[in-house]
């Protein structure tokens, strides 16, 4: 299995809405990622996990709020988002040895 | 991470070879250098990686200078498919940030 896995493919909510972004792997990798990617921009790095705790976080806004429950499994919650914050998400995991990123194809956020 | 440098875009007729270019004259002694690619609206894919020898596989080769401040991926033949941007970065192995620049819109013209 070389797959990772995003749900959900599109999301809509509303600036006062809860929701959450999901991201799986099982190639057992100790690293995973999130990246915003904003129209025709390349993708920006949001955040690390290394070996389930948090080794990087790129000055996000705490409205967006990630949670990594085991090695498999990232989560991405989201709360009170602005309409800019809309964008195509994604998730990333990778092996130390090679360091290769494996992507997710992206969760779709649109911010009403 | 070394900052690297690339073309905006690049035309390739399709059945030629695509050379793109990239500078990454900061490089530390422990990064590789990473090549990626992304279809639109698709998450990015990973193409081949090098630290200082020329690599190949089932999609590409990595040329890579001898002092490591440039390299070139090399798709052998362009197909319409492998229209995409591509991206050029210089990291560690190690669990650490990997930046995208902006890289090279890359299209296949029949």
């Known amino acids: 299995d070389t797959e990772v896995t995003q749900t959900p493919k599109h999301l809509v909510m509303g600036m006062t809405n809860k929701k959450s972004l999901k991201c799986e792997q099982h190639?057992?990798?100790?690293?995973m990622y999130w990246y915003k990617q904003k129209a025709k921009k390349p993708p920006e790095l949001m955040f690390v996990?290394?070996?389930?705790?948090?080794?990087i976080n790129e000055s996000v806004p705490s409205r967006f709020s990630p949670e990594c429950p085991n090695s498999s499994l990232l989560n991405l919650h989201l709360h009170a988002l602005q309409p800019e914050d809309s964008a195509l998400y994604l998730c990333?995991?990778?092996?130390?040895?090679?360091?290769?990123?494996?992507f997710g194809e992206g969760s779709r956020l649109t911010v009403l | 991470d070394a900052k690297t440098t690339q073309p905006p875009s690049m035309d390739c007729a399709e059945g030629r070879a695509a050379n793109l270019p990239c500078n990454h004259s900061?490089?530390?002694?422990?990064?590789?250098v990473y090549w990626y690619r992304q279809i639109h609206s698709q998450g990015p894919q990973y193409i081949i990686h090098?630290?200082?020898n020329n690599e190949t596989n089932e999609m590409a080769s990595l040329i890579i200078t001898e002092d490591r401040k440039s390299s070139t991926l090399i798709l052998p033949h362009a197909t319409l498919r492998d229209t995409a941007v591509y991206y050029c970065?210089?990291?560690?192995?190690?669990?650490?940030?990997?930046?995208f620049g902006p890289g090279t819109s890359l299209s296949v013209i029949p």
């Open positions: 996990y290394s070996y389930e705790k948090l080794s």
């Open positions: 090098g630290l200082k």
């Open positions: 990333a995991s990778s092996q130390r040895n090679t360091g290769e990123l494996f």
């Open positions: 190639m057992g990798h100790r690293a």
């Open positions: 970065i210089a990291s560690k192995t190690s669990y650490d940030k990997v930046i």
């Open positions: 900061t490089i530390s002694g422990n990064e590789y």
